[in-house]
């Protein structure tokens, strides 16, 4: 059974097509996703697919990690074979949000692996660590002033006007945030 209620939303899989796009312009064919575990259906992970496959590109089962952040030493145990793995050209790393980016860059930094030069990796949610890390990471930012005050709006009618109406959701456009971390900067 499903309850009906009103939901302001970003369009996830909009915004992680929108990621593999930004990741393809760069020259990269070689991609991985590290995904959230127990997440049934990733709207991300199905974006970043679909970006791919309009480039051609298909992202191989075995460079999809879905892992449990909070499970410190698995899931850096996890990037760290998906970082370790031999590629013939850069590798771009597709990240469920800022922490498993965060978490990459950082194995990166320990493996000697030049960032974005030979990976590039991206993240979702644009935490205020995504623009301190070294180096800044290139994410997805949602519109959270816009969401608050939609879901402050939709609040108030149903209050007001005693609305009984079922649920409403409506969907925003996030914003693809590009930091160095996808970037080669030229010399």
Known sequence: ETVSCDAVLVD???AAQSMAEHLVKQGIREFAYIGQSGKRNDKRLLGFRAGLLEHGILLK???IIRSDYHSVE????????LLQRKRSGRLGIFCYHDLFATRTLNLCHELGIKVPEEVAVAGFDDLPVASEIYPSLTT???????MARIAFETLYTR???????SGICRYLDSELIVRKSTVIQPN
């Open 159 to 165: 209050i007001k006007f005693h609305s009984l109406s």
């Open 74 to 81: 698995k899931c850096r145990k996890e990037i760290m074979e």
């Open 140 to 146: 997805v930012s949602y519109p959270v002033n816009d």
């Open 61 to 63: 089962q075995e460079d």
């Open 12 to 14: 996830n899989q909009k």
